[in-house]
């Protein structure tokens, strides 16, 4: 009985870490916040959105760093998902940090800033796209992972099309990121509800 709940006990601590709900809200309080701005101030979005995506890029990408981090630390090392997230949170952390402090680096001009952040998100997005596969072969889902990733691919092919193109209106980086933000909100509570549920039934 007591190796049963041992083992139950372990099953349910790995089922917290591998879900990291807090890291979900503050990525879609982030993206939502983000939105916002540029939806409700498009001029001036069109000089500081390079900035405020970079931002974005830069703190999903810590949260992500953190959690594998952490995952790493608790012995997950057999979990496919964790060098895959380590990689692309590596990559995401350097290209939002050289983003946001463009404006004051003397060998970073504007259109190169433009394409390296649009390529960040894309290559982040991807990665964090692959590292959800990668867990749900092993048989975790994280399907928070899974919505960055798109959120983050999808912005990045946009920020392309921008820059290529005048097609794309400031308007609609800040509709994505809302919509974003609010899926990523409302599936962060739906973990954590998952979470006391199963905390409820672990007591019991």
């Known amino acids: 009985m007591a190796d049963a709940s041992k083992a139950a006990m372990q099953q349910f601590g790995r089922w917290r870490r591998d879900i990291g709900w807090p890291f979900v809200l503050v990525e879609g309080l982030v993206a939502l916040a983000v939105g916002l701005a540029i939806y409700f101030q498009p001029d001036a979005a069109r000089t500081t959105i390079r900035q405020l995506l970079g931002a974005v890029l830069l703190v999903t990408s810590a949260l992500g760093a953190w959690a594998g981090f952490r995952a790493f630390r608790d012995s997950a090392r057999d979990d496919l998902a964790v060098p895959v997230r380590l990689f692309g949170s590596g990559v995401g952390v350097t290209v939002g940090l ?27 997005g991807l990665i964090d796209i692959g590292g959800w596969v990668a867990a749900r072969v092993a048989g975790n889902r994280r399907h928070g992972a ?7 691919a999808v912005l990045g ?21 809302v919509v974003g933000g609010l899926v990523l909100v409302g599936y962060a509570f739906l973990l954590r509800a998952a979470d006391r549920a199963a905390s409820a039934r672990m007591r019991t």
């Open 146 to 152: 899974l919505l960055t990733g798109i959120l983050n």
């Open 98 to 124: 050289l983003v946001v402090i463009e404006p004051y680096s003397a060998s970073l001009d504007e259109s190169t800033a433009r394409l390296l952040l649009a390529a960040g998100l894309l290559v982040y």
């Open 157 to 177: 092919v946009l920020l392309i099309i921008y820059v290529r193109t005048n097609v794309v209106r400031v308007e609609w980086f800040g509709i994505l990121a």
